[in-house]
């Protein structure tokens, strides 16, 4: 299974930018999507899941900011940020897990300028 980031870019603080995560090769079913992030410097901490009946849930730091959302048909996990602060600069990375493994995405960059 490979995954593939898109939508990363620089905006300006209080911009939106929305991410999304195609899945492909030897997907059978589908999986809960999740979506981490990993600033300059820091570890990498869990920003947002969505489970197979579409239950969400969101780190603090995003909640009433950043919506997930999925569309199985397509194999595709979106991130829609708004309200963009410079904090939340940094690498997202989507993750699919299903079946008893995780697969992980390559990151996107988002850049937030004050």
């Known amino acids: 299974v490979q995954l593939q980031a898109f939508g990363g870019g620089l905006v300006q603080a209080g911009g939106s930018l929305r991410l999304s995560c195609a899945a492909s090769?030897?997907?059978?079913?589908?999986?809960?999507w999740s979506w981490y992030r990993q600033a300059p410097g820091k570890q990498r901490e869990f920003v947002a899941i969505?489970?197979?009946?579409?239950?969400?849930n969101y780190a603090d730091s995003v909640k009433g900011r950043f919506t997930v959302s999925r569309d199985n048909a397509k194999n595709t996990v979106y991130l829609q940020l708004n309200s963009l602060k410079p904090e939340d600069t940094a690498d997202y990375y989507c993750?699919?897990?299903?079946?008893?493994?995780?697969?992980w995405g390559k990151g996107t960059l988002v850049t937030v300028s004050s």
């Open positions: 969505i489970t197979v009946g579409e239950s969400r």
């Open positions: 993750k699919l897990s299903q079946h008893g493994s995780d697969y």
């Open positions: 090769g030897s997907i059978f079913g589908v999986g809960v």
